[in-house]
């Protein structure tokens, strides 16, 4: 597996974040951040059930996770992370991994609006918008 | 004169074991490191004999200083007694030290092997991707 294909919310500011975050970091396998509802990955996947409401990975092979799944295969895509994605994998940990993004993704509406605020931060998302457009998700 | 034929023994008997560990460690840690370096051998070696250097200057400097004391031996059971004491401290401090090796060996063979290793969890699904 050489690159994974993540899938998420792009009118969430924190997973915006979270998904500039997997970005930035040395990463193990290539990254590619797509938002789920966009053309690229209807075209990329067609036959994916885009419908629930879960961050999704779909590695380049096709192999899909989703939830807490997708969240460890992010870590195990990032070199610094990797450890961390093993550990929360594992029986111990693994249920408490899958109950802290369960909540996070039922509250990443009320986070993303502790984020939303500044000039810049407005700008980036003009900016981010024009890229959703690309991807038609613009209102008519 | 006693005791400066003690010190004399304590530190053969000492340097002995040390040198015997660390052969040891060398000769067995070789194709651990071997692999951990994922089949790199210069790596390998070159890892082994900084490991085994650190080994030596730990365990004689430990030795070194461990070596004075202030009892005065007037007879042979003194003297066996102090020898005892002395290299029972110094083999404790092989043991501790030969497991810390082993702790750092396992430690970069697990992170060689992480780097290499397919996801941790296994997939929900497959998908049809589109090029």
């Known amino acids: ?140 | 004169m006693a005791k400066p034929v003690t010190y004399f023994v304590y530190l053969i008997i000492s340097i002995a074991l040390t040198a015997w560990v660390a052969r040891t460690l060398h000769r067995s840690g070789r194709p651990f490191l071997v692999e951990a370096f994922a089949g790199n051998q210069e790596i390998a070696d070159s890892v082994n004999s900084l490991l085994v250097v650190g080994f030596y200057l730990v365990n004689i400097g430990y030795v070194a200083l461990a070596m004075k004391t202030g009892a005065s031996l007037t007879d042979l059971a003194q003297c066996v007694e102090l020898l005892a004491s002395k290299i029972g401290r110094v083999l404790l401090v092989l043991g501790g030290m030969h497991f810390f090796n082993l702790y750092v060996f396992a430690r970069i063979r697990r992170s060689t092997q992480l780097t290499t290793a397919p996801p941790p969890v296994r997939p929900a699904s497959f998908t049809k991707v589109s090029a």
């Open chain 1, 1 to 140: 597996m050489d690159r994974i294909y993540v899938l998420y919310d792009p009118v969430c500011e924190v997973c915006r974040r979270c998904m500039q975050f997997l970005r930035d970091e040395p990463k193990l396998v290539s990254i590619e951040g797509l938002p789920r509802d966009g053309l690229t990955a209807a075209r990329l996947f067609p036959d994916l059930d885009r419908s629930a409401d879960d961050l999704v990975v779909v590695s380049g092979e096709g192999a899909v996770y989703s939830g807490a799944d997708a969240f460890i295969v992010c870590l195990w895509a990032l070199r610094d992370y990797r450890g961390w994605a093993d550990r929360l994998s594992r029986p111990t940990l693994r249920p408490l991994a899958r109950r802290a993004l369960e909540s996070f993704s039922r509250h990443r509406g009320v986070l993303s609006g502790f984020l939303r605020g500044s000039d810049e931060e407005l700008r980036d998302r003009l900016q981010a918008s024009e890229e959703l457009c690309d991807d038609g998700l613009c209102a008519p």
